[in-house]
């Protein structure tokens, strides 16, 4: 498997994201430009954002926003999931944080991404131990040596932004939340046709509005991408190579929206 942190440029562009047109447009600003332009920022005599926050329910394209930023502004990626830097012995979480930002220094430009942020810094109340602050005070200590800018961007993801500690949310580090929503039925269209966008399709349009009918209620993009690939199944198990709109009605009767109860995350 993939060396854990190691950086590479993700071959993910903005065209193989549907919909989220106001998240790109944002992300795009607050670290796309910033990484291609730093000559404007320092003319203009403003320091770029350190970070945004990625929130939302799984499935819906943080990671891919994450890959298509890094992509998008030729940067390095790394990306690490909170809980593999986690380790029981004294001290080692730490380093592992702190190690995590010297790879990020020796590959500018970078985007590092946090997935599963909550893992790696939760809110330090009563109940967190002493171990798990450490852990939140040196990822701080690392944003805060961020502020004089070398070409190294933070996106967090998480799907429970509440049980995150507040202090990650500060001016001059994560301090842009953007949400990355489920997507309604024009959004689902969108997406459909994103993933099918280089695959061999009898028609596109008409596949692409099925996303949008009752059929995918509550489909996130992940569900849509197993069904593109189901119906890719399916499509073979009629022994033809084209898909088609009786492929995809097919396969969406075995797919059930892996988001049906929002409320489980957002009260
Ligand atoms: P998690 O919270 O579980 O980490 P996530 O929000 O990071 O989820 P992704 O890993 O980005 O979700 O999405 C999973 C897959 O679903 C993607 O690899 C892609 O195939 C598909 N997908 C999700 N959202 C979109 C989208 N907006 N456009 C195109 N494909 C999408």
Redesign the pocket.
Known sequence: SKREGFATIPDVSWE?????KSVREELQMAIVEPIQHPELYAAVGINAPTGVL?W??????????AKAVAAESKANFISIKGPELLNKFVGESEAAVRRVFTRARSSVPCVIFF??LDALVPRRDDSVSESSARVVNTLLTELDGLSERQGIFVIG?T?RPDIIDEAMMRPGRLETPLF?DL?GPSERVE?LR??MRSKPVENLAQLAEFAGTEACNGF???D??ALARKAGHCALRRKVTKLELQDFKLASESIKGSVGNMQKYYR
């Open positions: 193989d994201i549907g919909a989220l990625l939302g329910p799984p499935g819906c394209g943080k990671t891919l926003l997935d599963e993801a799907n990355v997507p997406i994103a993933l996130s993009g992940a849509l991408g």
